[in-house]
Structure formats: C-alpha cells, structure tokens
C-alpha cells in the first residue's frame, strides 16, 4: 500500500491514525502542498482533485479521507474502529462527518489561500474566519460529545475509533492557528488522552518524514 499525504493535512493525518490503530503499514508518499505539487500533472494522474490523501492498494486508487478510513475498516477489521450497535455507530459517525464534513472543508489550505489570494482578506480577517468555525463546530461537538453515552476516556467507550481520529486532527489545526479551547473541556480531555497513545503520537506532524519547520 501507499499513501500520498502531506505531513499538515488533517484528512492525511486521520488516515495515519487508522492505520497505525489497525497496524498496517504503508510506503508514505509526500505531496507538498506548499509547492503546489497537487496541481500538477504528475499528481492530478493520482487523483483528478488534487487532493490529499490518496490510498493505492494493488490497482484500487481511493480518495477523500472518510471513504479511506471505512475501507480500511472493512479490509482489516480488527481492532474495530466503529462500535457494534448500529444507533452508536450512526452517533460515532455523527462526530466524525460533523468535523470532516463541517469544520474542516471550510478551513482547509485552499480557502485559506482562496480568501487571501481570491478575495484579498488579510491574515487577521483570515484568522477570524478560522477561528469563527472552529468555535462553531467545536461548540456543537462539545454538547454532542457530553449527551452521548460511554465519552471517557475517548469520544465513544475505552478504545478510540473514527470520531477520535478526526477530532485529534482538527484540535492540532485548531491549537497551531491559536484558536482558544477553554470553552471546550471534553474535547481537550479526549485529545490528552488520545496523544498519549503510540498510534496518535506517531501519526503527528512533527513524526513525519516530510516535516517542515
């Protein structure tokens, strides 16, 4: 297997996680974004969106973050990354799509870069723009993570799965842009927990090969 990421992305970062949670290794692929290597033609063959990550497994080619993650649950299925009951699995996938699906899209490189370059947005117009969508999903998030059954010490019972791969990506993107947390303490207290575990703490940015001051 090979992934193509890059060491910042957060959708590369949640594949990361999944895979050392499941133990499977891959050969990593950089792709740096900064230089603009996803616009090019080398890569666009890899994936027409110019996004990252990119799973190849023999001839199969997958895109887009959450699709990586559920194959790979499916292809390895131990350890589970998805409770057994249907109702917790739906409230699992919940927290994930409202991270991947919500909070990120909208703050992701290319809109960063999009509201600079495109629409001439300063950095501090940039950074309320960031940290407005961060509070608004992080608020919502907190509530869901407080309502729902079996939080502690991660997002859904004992062992972390999908809801906490994507939600420790996003509080690093959140932390690096300076984006305040204290309003959100069982968030903060997943995270810690989270980090403390190899497959988390060998999935950050700074382990990466790729790693940028």
Known sequence: MQL??????????????????????VD???????LQEQAGAAFRQVNPQGLVPVLVDGELRL?????????????????????????DRARVRAIAQAIACEIHPL???????????????????????????IAEGFSA????????????PVCFGATPGLADICLIPQVFNAERMNCPLDD???????????RD?????????????????
């Not at 959100?184 to 989270?194: D, L, M, S, V």
């Not at 575990?197 to 001051?213: E, I």
Request: aromatic fraction near 10%; hydrophobic fraction near 40%; include cysteine.
């Open 141 to 152: 998030i907190e509530a869901m993570l407080r309502d729902m059954p079996r939080t502690a």
């Open 197 to 213: 575990l190899p497959a988390f703490r060998d999935a950050a940015p700074d382990h990466q090969a790729d790693a940028a001051p």
């Open 63 to 87: 895109s887009q973050s959450l699709a990586i993650i559920e194959y790979l649950e499916e292809r390895f299925p131990a350890p589970p990354l998805l409770p057994s009951d249907s109702a």
């Open 28 to 34: 990593h692929i950089p792709v740096q974004l900064r």
């Open 4 to 25: 193509f990421g890059y060491f910042r992305s957060s959708a590369a970062y949640r594949v990361r996680i999944a895979l050392n949670l499941k133990g499977v290794e």
């Open 107 to 133: 703050n992701n490189l290319r809109v960063l870069n999009h509201l600079r370059d495109g629409l001439g947005i300063d950095e501090d117009g940039r950074q309320r723009w960031y940290g407005h969508w």
């Open 184 to 194: 959100y303490p069982t968030i903060r207290q997943i995270a810690a927990a989270c």
